[in-house]
């Protein structure tokens, strides 16, 4: 292949040469298989294109300076995906077959791991999808469950430096009581038009507000919000909320630290009380804010000096990617070794 400019990669997708599929038909889950086909056949009338039966994870392989190539809490990817596949009622692998099929797509494409050092990583993309064909509002008979991977560099072209965010009350990511909480494509859909007037407008990032009263922080359109002050790391506990795998480990390396965690209702009336804010997630680990717009009252919050990444949020970025690369010790046991054979 090309030699890749590693250093250079975006956030996005870079063809790589297989994918990994497994379908579930006639009640059980079928043979896996490797194919270099990019493409998927499915029936028009798949619930997946007309339903939204769909949910999706994201993870990443990490090479360290030991040369060991490591995922990062496989299997908390394994159950999110179960608890979105239950609540859109899709068949699920196991988290056996999960762990299975990433570490076999990780393993095909080896020579797409970005090197040590390089600010890039493989990033692992599994995807289930209601395949059988219906008409009326029901779930599918059918599923595919396939893997597949890209190296990727930072999420936000700044890379780990502030960004500006806007707060959004014109539009929602999700319902009070509807799939905020579960990993699903709806959810991101319903942030594209935000997103993009953001940008247009010279933000980062849009900070979504609770839809009932418009009183509670949310989340940012692709990352869990966290907040620091008062030697506290406060995290907002809502329904409407991905459970982020970032933001829970982040709760625990804070609480290693040193700081008193708050998984709670977070009043957007704090925001200017913050010492330090961030977004989380897999793609950005954290992407520290240094500033939050508020249209409605036309006022802007900035941390710090809007130009530095935070004390803290520096510690716990630096933190976890010393965990993922194998350089800090691994006291909770969070991530697994592949072996490239």
């Known amino acids: 292949m090309k030699e890749l400019n590693w250093s250079g990669l975006g956030f996005g997708y870079v063809k790589t040469d297989y994918n990994v ?10 043979e896996v298989t490797v194919t270099n086909d990019e493409y998927i056949p499915i029936h028009m ?12 994870e994201g993870l990443k392989a990490f090479r360290g300076k030991d040369g060991k190539v490591r995922l990062f ?28 099929m990433v570490i076999k797509a990780i393993q095909a494409n080896a020579r797409f ?8 990583s493989l990033y692992v993309r599994p995807l289930l999808i209601g395949t059988g064909a219906q008409v009326g509002v029901k779930a599918a008979d059918e599923y595919l469950f396939l893997v597949f991977v890209t190296p990727v560099g930072p999420y936000f072209k700044e890379g780990f430096k502030p960004i500006p965010v806007i707060i959004d009350r014109d539009h ?44 509670y922080i949310d989340e940012c359109n692709a990352a869990n ?22 933001n829970l480990s982040l709760r625990q390396l804070a609480s290693d630290l040193g700081l008193k965690v708050e998984n709670r209702e977070v009043e957007v009336d704090e925001l200017p009380t913050f010492e330090e804010c961030g977004a989380c997630g897999t793609a950005a680990v954290i992407s520290a804010i240094g500033s939050i717009y508020d249209p409605m009252l036309d006022k802007t919050y900035v941390y710090g000096n809007g130009k530095e990444v935070g004390s803290w949020s520096k510690k716990l970025y630096d933190t976890l990617r010393g965990i993922q690369y194998g350089e800090v010790e691994d006291v909770h046991g969070w991530t697994k070794e592949v072996i490239l054979g």
């Open 21 to 30: 599929r497994c379908a579930w038909k006639d009640g059980k889950w079928g």
């Open 45 to 56: 009338a798949a619930t997946c294109l007309h339903y939204g039966q769909e949910a999706f």
């Open 73 to 100: 809490r496989v299997d908390e990817n394994a159950k999110r995906l179960r608890s979105s596949a239950d609540y859109l009622l899709m068949e699920a692998p196991s988290e056996e077959l999960f762990t299975e």
């Open 113 to 120: 791991i970005p090197p040590y050092e390089s600010g890039a």
């Open 172 to 215: 929602d990511r999700a319902a009070p009581l509807g799939t905020g909480h579960v990993k699903v494509g709806g959810n991101y859909a319903a942030s594209i038009y935000s997103g993009e007037l953001a940008h247009e407008k010279g933000y980062s990032s849009v900070l979504y507000l609770d839809a009932k009263q418009k009183k």
């Open 225 to 246: 919000f966290f907040g620091i002050r008062d030697g506290k790391y406060i995290t907002p506990n809502s329904h409407s909320v991905l459970p982020s795998i970032t």
